[in-house]
């Protein structure tokens, strides 16, 4: 592995249905984070963690979870899929959370499409 | 509350240069962020500005002025290549980053 890599890439889900998008990086960076890209609007963070053992809520947290038992691994799950959540889905890592600068690098993405 | 702007699409034509820019308004700043992302591709970091002024990197450049809320990306020598969004991203005072919408940028031959 090289970076950061996501699970799968890409998904149909039927509405309802509980759903875990995969997120693993080797950099041993401290923090990660999830956003949701939708067209015509920038990237929105939905969830972060600064440190393993620690998240937080972002811009548009409802309706997804995270968590973050080690270092390496950042999953997020979405308990019962809408429509609206409809969109790609993006995993990043940067070595430090808050308080210094961070360079924050991405995954390659999860575009993911409920019915 | 925050706000960060910038075009929607521009086009521009090979060996030229073109300007990009992004203003904001937030309560808290802890620098400007552009990155680059090609269609259907993951955002790629180009710079970074948290003092005034500007930042030279090869092909591109990054410019801020913290007091008017304004940066500009620029980009010379086009190649085929730069077509891609251009989004820019303020970092605010809980060291999140704050997302424009980007700027499509189309390159012509």
């Known amino acids: 592995i090289a970076g950061i890599t996501q699970a799968p890439t890409s998904q149909i889900l039927a509405a309802g249905r509980r759903m875990t998008l995969r997120c693993t990086q080797d950099m041993r960076h401290n923090a990660m984070y999830w956003y949701r890209q939708d067209l015509g609007l920038g990237l929105r963070l939905i969830h972060y963690?600064?440190?393993?053992?620690?998240?937080g809520k972002g811009e548009v947290p409802d309706g997804y979870s995270v968590s973050r038992a080690n270092t390496d691994d950042f999953p997020l799950t979405l308990a019962s899929a809408v429509p609206s959540q409809t969109s790609v889905y993006f995993c990043?890592?940067?070595?430090?959370?808050?308080?210094?600068?961070?360079?924050?690098?991405f995954g390659p993405g999860t575009r993911l499409t409920v019915l | 509350g925050q706000n960060i702007d910038q075009p929607t699409e521009m086009t521009a034509t090979e060996g030229a240069i073109v300007q990009i820019n992004c203003t904001y308004q937030t309560s808290g700043f802890n620098g400007l962020f552009w990155y680059q992302q090609h269609a259907g591709e993951a955002p790629t970091f180009l710079s970074y500005n948290v003092l005034d002024g500007l930042e030279e990197k090869g092909r591109f450049s990054s410019f801020l002025s913290r007091s008017k809320g304004y940066s500009y990306l620029l980009l010379k020598e086009l190649q085929m290549k730069d077509s891609a969004s251009y989004l820019c991203?303020?970092?605010?005072?809980?060291?999140?980053?704050?997302w424009g919408a980007g700027t499509k940028l189309i390159i012509k031959p």
């Open positions: 991203a303020h970092m605010d005072s809980n060291y999140q980053l704050i």
């Open positions: 963690s600064n440190t393993a053992g620690t998240t």
């Open positions: 990043a890592s940067s070595e430090a959370g808050g308080g210094t600068y961070n360079e924050q690098f």
